[in-house]
């Protein structure tokens, strides 16, 4: 004891400090002796201070302190604190052993917190994230796993052992391949629908949030795995289920429809008046039926993701005059204007041409079919930042805004007498939703009742780099043998029926060996094959037919009620049709394919479509097949999809001009031979006269395409003849 009365004043004053704080405090000395052991302390570890200061620090009799005291007391020992837990008669003690410094001896001190609260707290809380039915499992800042919950363990089939406290890669855990996985979520959630196989089939949504402190600093991230596995699989077998009933309902229609359409076209012989319009109702009706099935399977193949987007450049000002064409018939005779507005410099959005025509042809048939009293459609497009918006405007009975909210969920209606009385499923909207989302825009609508509605749409500008990839138009010249594969007798029947009508001779098959012996003995132009043959598959006969030498070059026609455009392509069908089958399509399609394997191809490179479609006409009535590109770049990805005998070229031309093809087309090994006219308007660029040399033929614009016709006709035969 301090022996001078100020030392003695401070020394009590410090011991009274010792005795009231609240931590248990203990003081070694370098020889391990215990110098200091406050009232908390001996509370705490049951011990007496007479009993243990001045004795060797083994006294205490808790081996996991005195372990780390031992090690701190090491002259060359670490010199950060360390923390153990200890349990004393059912406390929970956090003991921290720090080293300090003894007249330049290392010693130690010992601070003991009495922590039961804070773990029965913790417990608490871990007792409750066990007993959730989601996964989840803890990263710290290093991407340290800090915990895993039961059921986190057995979704995901976890070892924690393998894990638990030890760096690791959300996606690794979850076997997903790196380039599937996840950011850290340093700054926002991220939702991934995640399929495991091992140990059993799951379907999880896994979601990954970052933990942020009060200020907002980043303390690692905890995933979140929610198994829907039985919710999405109902969600699939019902979209199966809707699948092959509509695929069912769709064999007899083809018939019924094909067949009303036979009588009406005058095909079973003269029918009188009342007969006409009985069978126009049954006819109306049949169509509303396909439409419906139609509708059915777009949302089943949109939610089961099995459709195909075939994204490219469009010129949405064709689109809408297009879409217009189409319904000015209707527009005339229900009294309806309609008004197109797009402007010159509008620039190409990506889409599916097909799909975003369906899209636009749905909002424009609402907008005549829900305008009773006539009035004008506007259909407007416009730039709109880094989106092309298309608006459809009209003036009919408009939509009140708690029903707008809901108008694009499937089947969903506006209830009123005058809707009900229009009719309709209440799918189109929600069809148009989903396709639009695909394509990454956005729909929307502004209406009030009574008042007219604007539905809109917006799709991404289409990039520098997206290139429409042309395909190739048949000649004009039609006729020979096209051999006809069905089950279905009347279908075939009916597809024979269309076809002779275009002048040509049919032979039909009904089963896979009879398809392919007549496809041998008759070596037909075109076959045309349904694949859901009763001898086997039609797939498999396509295969062979692409096997056998003699049948490998005819081109086949897939037509089908299921959806298996990709499988048919890779297999080597030239093209894909849809049942119930839509005559004129089928007949165009195999004038196509006749006209294609029978002629040499040109192809025409040009960006004044005016000019393309002139010689288009031309040279197809000459019995060429043409390809039609409208700038450099889609001339060399049709170049890249067939060997045309000939190309024409225009010089001037955006994204890729006529110089650049000449180079690269005479360059490249694969197409140096094929000959290319040039086609030039008034100058040309003299410091690439050189590349100008390496075409074969120049052409001054302006010309007649029908001369131009010839002097391909010419050349090409002047080639063919030996020299
Ligand atoms: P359907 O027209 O077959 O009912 P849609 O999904 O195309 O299905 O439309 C859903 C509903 O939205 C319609 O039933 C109608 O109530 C409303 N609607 C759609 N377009 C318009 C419009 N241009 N004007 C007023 N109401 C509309």
């Known amino acids: 004891m301090p022996q001078n009365a100020d030392e003695r004043r401070s020394f009590l004053h410090v011991r009274a400090l010792m005795a009231t704080t609240g931590e248990g405090l203990v003081a070694i000395g370098p020889d391990g002796d215990i110098r200091v052991f406050n009232e908390t302390a001996e509370e705490m570890l049951g011990k007496n201070r007479g009993e243990v200061v001045g004795k060797l620090y083994t006294v205490l009799e808790q081996p996991k302190i005195e372990a780390v005291i031992e090690h701190l007391l090491r002259p060359r020992a670490h010199k950060e604190p360390r923390i153990v837990r200890v349990m004393v008669d059912e406390r929970v003690l956090s003991a921290t052993v720090a080293p300090y410094d003894c007249s330049g001896s290392r010693a130690a001190v010992v601070t003991i917190r009495d922590d039961s609260a804070l773990e029965s707290y913790r417990r608490r809380a871990e007792a409750i994230l066990a007993s959730t039915g989601d996964g989840l499992i803890v990263f710290d800042p290093e991407d340290i796993v800090t915990y895993m919950n039961p059921a986190a363990i057995t979704l995901a ?16 855990m979850l076997s997903m391949t790196p380039e599937d996985s996840f950011d850290p979520p340093v700054d926002g959630s991220q939702v991934r629908e995640v ?3 091992d140990p059993e089939h799951r379907i999880l949504d896994v979601r990954t949030d970052p933990v942020l402190d009060e200020s907002g600093g980043y303390l690692g991230f905890v995933a979140t795995l929610h198994d829907v596995t039985a919710e999405r699989d109902v969600g699939q077998m019902k979209n ?3 699948s092959t009933v509509s695929h069912e309902l769709r064999t007899p229609l083809t018939s019924i429809k094909g067949y009303i359409d036979l009588i009406l076209d005058g095909e079973a012989g003269e029918i009188n008046e009342i007969q006409r319009e009985f069978l126009s109702i049954v006819k109306q009706n049949s169509d509303r039926l396909v439409e419906l099935i139609n509708d059915m399977l777009d949302i089943s193949r949109i939610e089961s993701g099995r459709i195909h987007l075939k994204i490219q450049p469009l010129e949405m000002a064709d689109l809408i005059a297009g879409a217009v064409d189409t319904f000015q018939a209707v527009a005339d005779q229900s009294g309806h204007k309609i008004i197109a507005k797009a402007p010159m410099d509008l620039p190409k959005a990506a889409g599916d041409r097909d799909r975003v025509g369906q899209v636009l042809m749905n909002f424009m048939s609402n907008a005549i079919k829900y305008s009773p009293e006539g009035g004008s459609v506007t259909v407007a497009a416009k730039a709109d930042g880094d989106m092309v918006t298309v608006s459809i405007s009209d003036q009919g009975i408009g939509i009140a805004k708690d029903d707008q909210a809901k108008l694009f969920t499937k089947f969903y209606r506006v209830d009123s007498s005058l809707t009900r009385e229009i009719g309709g499923t209440g799918l189109g909207l929600s069809i148009c939703k989903s396709i639009i989302d695909l394509l990454g825009g956005k729909v929307g609508v502004k209406s009030s009742a009574g008042k007219g509605s604007t539905f809109w749409f917006s799709l991404p500008m289409a990039s520098q780099n997206l290139v429409r ?14 051999l006809v594969v069905d089950r279905d007798p009347e279908i075939a029947n009916l597809v024979e029926t269309y076809l002779v009508k275009q002048g040509y001779d049919v032979v039909k098959a009904h089963t896979a060996d009879e398809a392919m012996q007549k496809a041998i003995e008759a070596h037909p132009r075109v076959i ?10 039609g797939f498999d006969l396509l295969q062979r037919l692409k096997d056998q030498p003699e049948t490998a070059e005819i081109p086949v026609l897939v037509l089908s009620i299921v959806c298996d455009e990709g499988r048919s392509c890779r297999l080597g069908a030239s093209e894909y049709l849809e049942k119930p089958i839509n005559k004129d399509r089928l007949t165009q399609i195999v004038d196509n394919l006749v006209g294609s394997v029978s002629s040499p ?10 000019i393309v479609d002139l010689l288009c006409r031309n040279l197809k009535a000459k019995g060429f097949s043409v390809l039609a590109a409208y700038d450099g770049a889609e001339a060399m990805a049709a170049l890249r999809k067939q060997h045309p005998d000939l190309i024409l070229l225009d010089l001037q031309m955006p994204v890729m001009d006529g110089y650049q093809v000449i180079e690269r087309v005479k360059t490249d090994p694969t197409t140096k031979d094929i000959p290319i006219v040039v086609m030039t308007a008034h100058q040309i660029d003299r410091s690439r006269i050189d590349i100008l040399g390496l075409a074969n033929q120049r052409v001054d614009k302006p010309f007649s395409a029908e001369d131009l016709a010839r002097k391909v006709e010419a050349l090409l035969q002047n080639m063919e003849a030996p020299e």
């Open 601 to 610: 191809v040109v192809l025409v490179v040009d960006d004044d479509r005016n």
């Open 528 to 537: 045309t094959l349904d694949v859901m043959l009763n001898d086997g598959d």
């Open 469 to 482: 990839t042309p395909g190739l138009e048949g000649s004009g010249v039609a006729g020979g043998t096209v």
């Open 195 to 197: 399929r495991l196989e």
């Open 240 to 242: 199966e289920f809707v």
């Open 157 to 172: 089939g976890l070892n924690p052992k393998q894990f638990l406290g030890k760096r690791s890669h959300l996606w690794q």
